[in-house]
């Protein structure tokens, strides 16, 4: 059941931050409640629901105007702020319900015209829906329950069973100027109403305050719950607490989720004439999903559609379905099933194109959504944030489908009412957003990633758009480094002398992201000492880890690399001791030697699967290697400073751990450069390579 999160003093501190003006304290409690309906994704999903309020203002004339604030284009409720609520004149949207008909083209041009801020974002598409109906507060939501409800054959009966009069059945139509006209009509005709069901879309709500209008919102989506929860033997619906976001099995999954990222990836680049694209994939799995994924109609399941319409865009109208044998037959029935996908999607559009004239044009015609046996639910997307918005959409509609399925049958929209939301020009700006990052949709493993050098690489590939997965042996201190980075990073803690953790910490990163594009390796740590006097165990423990964890590191990357069907790279965190000994360094030395060596034997060996292998040999930089007493121990003993010591190198400058990520991003974007090792040390004649 939803909780109503309404809190009186929440509310009052919302209004008293908004100063004196009784339009703002207003547009202050719509911003207030918007957030409480944003905070349950079960409520809305990724632009899938909208809010407003009338308020008068004055004009530059001191004349008061009717304005509505509506959410605005690329706002989500759970974050809205009051400029992501763009006010709109009321008169001019008003007298456009007297036409007969109305264009999106002309129906955008006249909201944006009559913005009271022409910076403000593009208001919503169903804005003109908001201005008809009379009421002060006015919420659009797409709880789960209302969609297995609304999509049902005989919703209105249903919908009339649970609430009587209290609702009224708006039919389907595309949203815009049609479906605000349709809605006000039925509105007018039942104006004691408390809110609305779109077939086959979502749910209205409204009042003269904006508590009566959320509280409306909370009491019928839990009305609805109950209903179903009654027919379907008490279950209820999950909520976030109970989702995951992992597979099922991760050995299934980085067998599977690789094969399938190559060949999602392959599909991309040829639509666009290129190489492979980016492709990164969140997994969800759970009581429900696992449930879900038992089934034995889910490949019919899979072409009937998504519960609201607006989710085509994120997971188009049919789902990628691997089952058990598809699963088990490994990469030739993967990609099959892969390319009969894009082959029906092909055949739909162009059948759907002849229709309407044939002026569309084809969009990427790879799965966007996959469910498969054994992992669990899979959002599919050129970045990140596109695959889990897509994951998300994918848990709330196989809940969707199966309340509707155990009380009736799911029945969305039509496939030609699919495919003109999907290629709705209006439907199409809401993923129009900033241009992608240069590393966007491209996973990096960076080892050591806890440590000033190894959080500093992370740091600066996330900064242009890159998925980490951070390795240290110190779990804390791994969780915060993932924290700090945000995102959808991922955390392991690992110990990379420990037999079989290359594979297991590779194995984390398919079953999480479905593969790896970059692999920093960059753990390592040094020990001083003769080696004359040394015990071999030392030396052999410092081969172990710089060296031989190394290696293990690659050896698996090739094989994930290979699973994708596609190149990759591998970067390691070298030294200046590789090629520039120093005294009492041995133990260092010559496994950084030895790894020195270990970058061009592997861009020897792996150059012709596109693999690219480079290097960066640094030094003196402050980290765990190079510690602060260190650093005054060894400035001591030359009779420096501190700074001196650090700046002890031809540009007398101090070389700083983020200097060194740059050299890992300048190889990840050198496209023809393998078997090369930059040398990041502020100048070292002694350590300059020959």
């Not at 919420?139 to 789960?144: L, R």
């Not at 594979?503 to 790896?516: C, H, P, S």
């Amino acid at each position: 059941m939803r909780q109503n999160k309404w809190n009186v003093e929440e509310a009052e501190s919302w209004m008293e931050k908004a100063g004196g003006d009784p339009a703002d304290r207003e547009l202050a409690l719509r911003v207030y409640s918007s957030r409480l309906i944003g905070s349950d994704p079960d409520l809305v999903q990724h632009g899938g629901g909208n809010t407003s309020v009338k308020l008068t203002r004055s004009n530059l004339f001191g004349e008061p105007i009717r304005v509505l604030h509506v959410k605005g284009s690329g706002w989500d409720l759970d974050s809205l702020l009051a400029p992501g609520l763009p006010g709109v004149r009321m008169e001019p949207l008003m007298a456009l319900r007297q036409l007969d008909r109305l264009s999106d083209e002309d129906m955008v041009n006249i909201q944006r015209a009559n913005l009271i801020d022409s910076g403000a974002p593009n208001p919503s598409v169903e804005t003109l829906l908001h201005a008809y109906l009379p009421h002060t507060y006015v919420d659009h939501t797409h709880a789960s329950a209302f969609l297995a409800i609304a999509n049902l054959p005989n919703a209105e009966e249903v919908i009339a069973e649970i609430f009587g009069d209290r609702l009224a059945v708006v039919p389907f139509i595309m949203p815009g100027f049609d479906l605000a006209r349709k809605a006000a009509e039925i509105y007018d005709a039942n104006p004691d109403v408390e809110g609305l069901v779109l077939l086959q879309h979502g749910h209205f709500t409204f009042g003269p305050t904006a508590r009566e209008s959320y509280d409306r919102v909370i009491s019928h989506t839990n009305e609805v719950e109950a209903y179903l929860a009654e027919r379907a033997g008490g279950r209820g619906f999950a909520t976030s607490v109970h989702r995951l976001r992992a597979p099922i099995d991760a050995d299934i999954a980085a067998d599977v989720l690789p094969v399938l990222r190559g060949a999602v990836a392959r599909v991309r680049g040829d639509h666009h004439g290129t190489g492979p694209m980016p492709v990164i994939m969140d997994v969800r799995s759970g009581p429900v999903v696992e449930e879900f994924l038992a089934r034995t109609d889910l490949d019919e399941l899979a072409t009937r559609g998504v519960g609201s319409p607006d989710h085509v865009i994120r997971a188009k109208g049919e789902m990628l379905n691997l089952d058990r044998a598809d699963v088990e037959g490994g990469a030739t029935a993967i990609e099959a099933k892969v390319d009969a996908f894009v082959a029906r999607y092909r055949d739909r559009f162009e059948a759907q194109n002849k229709r309407l004239g044939g002026v569309k044009v084809m969009l990427e015609p790879h799965p966007c959504a996959a469910w498969i046996y054994g992992v669990g639910v899979v959002g599919i997307g050129k970045d990140a944030n596109i695959a889990s918005a897509t994951a998300d959409i994918l848990e709330q509609n196989i809940e969707v489908m199966t309340f509707g399925e155990a009380i009736g049958e799911f029945r969305p929209v039509s496939s030609e009412e699919l495919f003109e939301m999907e290629y709705w020009s209006l439907e199409q700006a809401k993923l129009a957003g900033a241009k992608s990052k240069e590393f966007a949709g491209r996973v990096v493993l960076v080892t050591g990633g806890a440590g000033a050098i190894g959080f500093a690489i992370a740091r600066a590939f996330a900064g242009l758009g890159a998925t980490l997965a951070v390795v240290d042996r110190d779990g804390e201190a791994c969780r915060k480094a993932a924290a700090r980075l945000g995102g959808h990073a991922l955390a392991i803690e690992a110990d990379l002398t420990a037999a079989g953790a290359a594979d297991e910490i590779l194995q984390k990163v398919a079953a999480r992201f479905g593969g790896l594009d970059i692999l920093v390796s960059n753990a390592g740590a040094a020990i001083a000492g003769s080696i004359l006097e040394m015990e071999e165990a030392a030396i052999r423990s410092s081969f172990e880890l710089n060296f031989f964890s190394h290696l293990s590191l690659a050896r698996a990357a090739s094989r994930l690399f290979a699973a994708q069907g596609r190149g990759g790279q591998m970067l390691f965190n070298v030294s200046k001791q590789a090629v520039n000994p120093g005294k009492g360094f041995g133990a260092y030395g010559l496994p950084k030697a030895a790894t020195f060596f270990l970058v061009r034997q592997l861009a020897l060996e792996l150059g012709d699967r596109g693999i690219r292998v480079n290097g960066v040999n640094a030094d003196r930089i402050r980290s765990g290697l190079l510690t602060d007493d260190f650093i005054e121990s060894r400035a001591k003993a030359r009779g420096i400073s501190v700074d001196t010591y650090m700046a002890g190198n031809l540009l007398k400058a101090e070389v700083e751990a983020s200097h060194v990520a740059d050299a890992f991003v300048a190889l990840a974007r050198s496209e023809r450069t393998t078997a090369h090792v930059i040398t990041v040390d502020g100048g070292n004649i002694e350590a300059a390579l020959r």
